[in-house]
């Protein structure tokens, strides 16, 4: 009796295992994704903004310039690393498409 009361609570727990930590990785994985498609957003935002304002000059906008001139009050970080981007890091802007580059 004690036998099939062990192997229960093994095949439970690996039930378990099977179908919650593909789970978790899962939600993980998709929150660093989302974070960083903040990050991208808030940044390719605000270089439009500084943009069609006049007050950047270039279509290249980097992040040093939106923090000079304050339309990020705030410093962008890798959600991943906890690292701050890299002041070179900017924002490409184009008729088409803005898209934010690493520096």
């Known amino acids: ?3 099939n009361k062990l192997s229960f609570n093994i095949l439970l727990i690996a039930v378990f295992l099977i179908l919650c930590v593909p789970t ?9 994704e989302s974070s960083y498609v903040v990050s991208e957003k ?4 605000k270089a439009k903004e500084c943009y069609y304002k006049k007050d950047c000059a270039l279509t290249k906008v980097t ?41």
Do not use: G
């Open 24 to 32: 978790i990785y899962k939600v993980v994985k998709h929150h660093q």
């Open 1 to 3: 009796m004690n036998i």
């Open 63 to 103: 992040l040093k310039e939106l923090y000079d001139k304050k339309y990020i009050t705030e410093k962008l970080v890798d959600p991943k690393t906890k690292e701050e981007y890299s002041d070179q890091s900017y924002v490409l802007i184009t008729k088409e498409e803005s898209t934010f580059h690493l520096a």
């Open 42 to 45: 808030l940044a390719i935002e």
